[in-house]
């Protein structure tokens, strides 16, 4: 068994990895694991911006925390929003100074601050729609001519070495089919990000299994608030358009949400219209759909100039193109996808998890945010104010923790054997479906009671062909999007209420005695998690 040693460990290399990857290297030597190429992330993809109170005439810290906790449904965790929050526009500023490029006003160069839906001003800092992109691709370059940091593509994490005293002291990492590679660390940051592939339709591209919070949770981490899953409300419609949003941005531009014979309906779910918070989109759209019994709904942006468009929105206009749709003349169809997993590993702000050596940043965290509703654009923001905490706080725990590996440590060796790829697809198909029917924008009891069946049984299918056949990526990835489906579903079954973005038909309210966070933690052996409750919210 191979043995890599380093300082600092880091899985995944999206914004929060990266980020987290160039502080730390000014006292350590990092290494960066990635599953595929290394820009293969959530962040690659994100379009509308950055949240934060960069125009601190008009608005303020104190504006951003309060819409932030106000979206978040009384489980925001005060403290941490109001780090978030303050420490953004400094997080800002240091990306600008690594050459990040945002939009600015021709003629006075100010940012330009885009409008989202929850936010009261505007305030989310863009590069036109490809602001995702900007920022992934200036990370990698500061990351690439770093001598402290090594960036390792195609590394799927599969398990976390943990010694005899429950401290995380690495991964194991598939580097090529048939081999394991054993990557010690001092500390390990996951990085992992989301896990929106857990759903049928999603806009998050395939790294997206919620690999992070499945190795944390086997390690015996506690895994907090799963059932909220936020539902982009528009995503493109269209036979061949796998995981392409259509920013929430267009309708912070002025973009209406229309049903196929015209009406304009946001108005009779909400005051605020289309610049509601994305749940109330979102279900409103479930609800138009469910009603009309048609496959989508329109988004009509085409009252602005063409040069306008094509200059705000770039990645839009070229993608809708590329299906046909002009969007200065014609109405987009869309529809909800699954889009950002709120819940995860719990953690401080700082990345603190309840494994020693353990630390989580980004998606795969769960810091106290976002609470039980996540603000538009506050999520890339989180990262960065988060990668800033976690490698402050590492500064001061460099003291070598020389570990030797022992033979319980070791994870059964990867020798698959050739297992038909039509298996794997089948309960990757079926597990992603029951998700989507049963555990989507509208819950039931009854939908959570099938859906845990069925999750059940792909899960004893999985675990067999698993002893079965060993260990490979897509088997890895399929262990994962099952596990963390049934932590969901388990999460989401707990939650007698609805609040935030779990809305359940049959406790369609919010119940003030249930305002504390879901916590799962596994049980012994490969029983059931464990559910419990803790009081932590805002209390508003
Ligand atoms: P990611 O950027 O997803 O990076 C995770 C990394 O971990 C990837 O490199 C992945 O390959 C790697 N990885 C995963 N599993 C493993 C494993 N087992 N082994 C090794 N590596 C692994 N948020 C905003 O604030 N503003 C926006 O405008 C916005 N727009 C969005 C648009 C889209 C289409 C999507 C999908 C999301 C958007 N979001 C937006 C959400 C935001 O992009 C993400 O929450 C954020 O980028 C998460 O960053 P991260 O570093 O935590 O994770
Ligand atoms: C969007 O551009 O609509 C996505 C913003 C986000 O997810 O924060």
Known sequence: MELVRSDILVIGSGAAGLFFALKASEYADVRVLTKKEADQSNTKYAQGGI??????????????????????????????????????????????????????DDSSGDLRLGREGGHTMPRIVHYGDLTGRELEDTLLEACATNPRIELEENRLAVDLVVDGQGRVRGCHAIPGEGEIRTYLASNTVLATGGA???????????????????????AGAEIENLEFVQFHPTCLYHPDAKSRLISEALRGEGAVLRSLDGREFMRDYDPR????????????????????????????????????????FPFICETCLEFGIDISVEPIPVVPAAHYMVGGVKARIDGTTDLE?????????????????????????????SAARCAARLAGEMESHRYEPSGEDVPVAADP????????????DLARRVMWDYVGIVRSDERLHIA??????????????????GISSDMVELRNIVLVSSLVVESASARKESRGLHYNMDWPD???????????????????????????????
């Open 273 to 312: 219209g289309e610049l509601a918070p994305r749940d109330i989109v979102a279900r409103a759209i479930d609800s138009e759909m469910k009603l009309s019994g048609e496959k989508y709904v329109l988004l009509d942006i085409s009252h602005r100039p063409g040069d306008w468009l094509s200059q705000r």
């Open 452 to 469: 845990r069946q069925r999750i059940s049984q792909i899960s004893q299918t999985v675990r067999m062909l698993f002893d079965e056949y």
């Open 51 to 104: 949240a934060s109170v960069m125009d601190r005439v008009r608005d303020s810290f104190e504006l951003h925390i309060k819409d932030t906790i106000e979206a978040g449904g009384g489980l925001c965790d005060r403290e941490a929003v109001e780090i978030m929050v303050r420490e953004g526009p400094d997080r800002i500023e240091e990306l600008i100074d690594l050459g990040v490029r945002f939009s600015r």
């Open 417 to 428: 054997k050739v297992l038909e790829t039509v298996i794997l697809d089948h309960d990757w």
């Open 357 to 385: 050596g353990l630390y989580a940043i980004g998606e795969v965290a769960c810091s106290g945010c976002h609470g039980a509703n996540r603000l538009a654009s506050n999520s890339l923001l989180e990262s960065l104010v």
């Open 196 to 218: 929106g592939k857990i759903y049928l339709y999603t806009s998050n591209p395939d790294v997206a299994t919620g690999d992070g919070i499945a190795m944390a949770y086997a």
């Open 510 to 540: 919010r119940d003030p005695s249930r305002e504390y966070c879901t916590i799962l933690r596994r049980g012994t052996g490969r029983g059931p998690a464990t559910t419990y409750g803790h009081s932590e919210g805002t209390g508003d």
